[in-house]
């Protein structure tokens, strides 16, 4: 395990703790998975009837958190919900993404 992946532990275990408001707790959550992964960006959405609607995103345009993406209109969205595990979608898929659908 390198030191940096035992900062984001130590940082995500601080936060369990520590006395912070839900959004800021979810904010810094995002943040952690996307360092952990070294991924270009981390959404985490909450599904509301049809419809996904992001509550914290580290890498996307702040604008993002006021959307909502209907799951019917969205393939690659209604593939992660499809599906219990892990969802990659290969960088040349056919599958527009949900700001491009």
Do not use: K, N
Not at 19 to 46: E, K, M, N, T
């Amino acid at each position: 395990m390198t030191l940096s992946r035992r900062r984001i532990y130590a940082e995500l275990l601080a936060d369990l703790v520590a006395d912070l408001p839900h959004a800021v707790r979810l904010q810094r959550l995002v943040s952690a998975l996307r360092a952990f992964f070294g991924c270009g960006a981390v959404a985490l959405l909450r599904l509301e009837e049809e419809h996904l609607r992001p509550v914290a995103v580290d890498g996307l345009v702040r604008d993002a958190l006021g959307r909502r993406f209907a799951v019917g209109l969205h393939p690659r969205l209604g593939a992660i919900l499809g599906r219990r595990g892990v969802t990659c979608f290969h960088h040349d898929s056919v599958l527009p993404t949900p700001t491009t659908a």
